[in-house]
């Protein structure tokens, strides 16, 4: 099958993606990469924002990438995988609680690949962001650029990249562990509890 294939399977037939997936061998490559893919717009998004906010110097992007390797923008790099794990730790523990029969690998691959919506949401919404302040200019007042509006837009439908991200998480449990809907749902719920407790400690996904 091919990797176009695969990803509209993931996207819009996830049962289907899951249920091929699972009786492959375990492999956390293209997860990690979809996690990461999080990562990275926010790393980069920032660089560009604060590159562009003090435009003294023209080495001022790479300054502002050596920095990045030390202070806040690594930890916004990090994060993805913290929450990654997070789900993925406590989507396995619910499961197994549950008689589920999968393993801990390959909950971190499901689950990893579940990901797939938020991490696009967040690459495009930075990538709104990114475009919003190149294109920003002295003579064009803030709400007249398109793209300000076109960043509102998305922010206003971004509940269904996460509603979508939760529900290949129920579908992956659910493959993975070969557990009822019912309980499916009960663990990624557990798993959205953690998260959210996690944020409100200071940790942003």
């Not at 990803?7 to 249920?19: E, G, M």
């Not at 999080?38 to 790479?62: D, K, L, M, Q």
């Not at 793209?147 to 998305?154: G, Q």
Request: charged share 10%; proline share 5%.
């Amino acid at each position: 099958m091919d990797r176009i294939t695969r990803i509209k399977n993931l996207l819009f037939y996830p049962n289907t993606f899951f249920s091929e997936i699972t009786k492959e061998k375990e492999n956390l490559t293209w997860p990690a990469v979809i996690v990461m893919l999080g990562g990275i717009s926010t790393v980069i998004s920032a660089i560009i924002s604060t590159a562009f906010s003090h435009p003294s110097s023209v080495n001022s992007a790479f300054v502002n990438l050596s920095t990045a390797l030390t202070n806040s923008y690594i930890f916004n790099f990090i994060i993805p995988f913290v929450m990654w794990a997070v789900a993925s730790v406590a989507i396995y523990a619910i499961s197994r609680r549950f008689s589920g029969r999968g393993s801990l690998k390959a909950t971190f691959q499901n689950i990893g690949y579940g990901t797939l919506p938020t991490s696009l949401f967040w690459a495009l919404s930075y990538f709104l962001t990114t475009i919003t302040i190149l294109t920003q200019t002295p003579i064009t007042s803030f709400p007249d650029n398109p793209f300000v509006h076109a960043s509102i837009v998305f922010g206003m439908i971004s509940p269904v990249f996460f509603v979508w991200n939760w529900y290949l998480w129920v579908c992956g449990a659910r493959q993975t562990h070969e557990i009822p809907l019912k309980n499916a749902i009960l663990a990624v719920a557990f798993a959205v509890v953690l998260q959210g407790t996690a944020n409100l400690a200071g940790l942003y996904f």
